[in-house]
T-cell receptor
Framework: AQTVTQSQPEMSVQEAETVTLSCTYD???????LFWYKQPPSRQMILVIR??????QNATENRFSVNFQKAAKSFSLKISDSQLGDAAMYFC?????????????FGAGTRLTVKP | ETGVTQTPRHLVMGMTNKKSLKCEQH?????MYWYKQSAKKPLELMFV???????ENNSVPSRFSPECPNSSHLFLHLHTLQPEDSALYLCASSQGELLAPYNEQFFGPGTRLTVL
């Protein structure tokens, strides 16, 4: 079964600086999707960024980018120019590309604090 | 209302009570999910419904009973719960035939459940 590991329970960053959150996963599949979700104190999880495993180019969404290393099974999230509103729990998630697949596997999360 | 809504936001119940959690999605999606989020643990998928039919039950105890009367509504009926069932229960929805894995899941704000 696929597992997702986030080795940093907590991280902090100074406002306007850059922080990288780590995620590794274990799978025997060659095609899959990876996601980063953000859960602010309001609790509503929102998608930050998505990566398809068959695409070599790293996904980017404004200040958020990923470093996807397929061979190393690593999927880190870089937040540039951190803002106070970035403070939240961040979850890495894996989903098989098999049609009909129901299971999205989540990591335990990283709590990000942004210091003014 | 927009997105995915959940009621109630907070629920305290005794072990002998019967209660229900409600989820409603306003996105026109055809798949809905229940997740359990416990402290310092990854999200656990409980139930998946696609086109109002249950397609997955991840070995959830029978004291949790889901119901999906239509594609916009999802319920989780609770009875004779245990204190270890205290957690945040998240509902999500997604669009796509056969639960296409590239489709983003949209989450509700969750119900914080406390079992005394």
């Amino acid at each position: 079964a696929q597992t997702v590991t986030q080795s940093q329970p907590e991280m902090s960053v100074q406002e306007a600086e850059t922080v990288t959150l780590s995620c590794t996963y274990d799978t025997s599949e060659s095609d899959y999707y990876l996601f980063w979700y953000k859960q602010p104190p309001s609790r509503q999880m929102i998608l930050v960024i998505r990566q398809e495993a068959y695409k070599q180019q790293n996904a980017t969404e404004n200040r958020f980018s990923v470093n996807f290393q397929k061979a190393a099974k690593s999927f880190s999230l870089k937040i540039s120019d951190s803002q106070l509103g970035d403070a939240a729990m961040y979850f890495c998630a894996y989903r098989s590309a098999l049609w009909g697949n129901n299971d999205m596997r989540f990591g335990a999360g990283t709590r990000l604090t942004v210091k003014p | 209302e927009t997105g995915v809504t959940q009621t109630p936001r907070h629920l305290v119940m005794g072990m002998t009570n019967k209660k229900s959690l409600k989820c409603e999605q306003h996105l026109g999606h055809n798949a809905m999910y229940w997740y359990k989020q416990s402290a310092k643990k990854p999200l656990e998928l409980m139930f998946v419904y696609s086109l109002e039919e249950r397609v997955e039950n991840n070995s959830v105890p029978s004291r949790f009973s889901p119901e999906c009367p239509n594609s916009s509504h999802l319920f989780l009926h609770l009875h004779t719960l245990q204190p270890e069932d205290s957690a945040l229960y998240l509902c999500a929805s997604s669009q796509g035939e056969l639960l296409a894995p590239y489709n983003e899941q949209f989450f509700g704000p969750g119900t914080r459940l406390t079992v005394l």
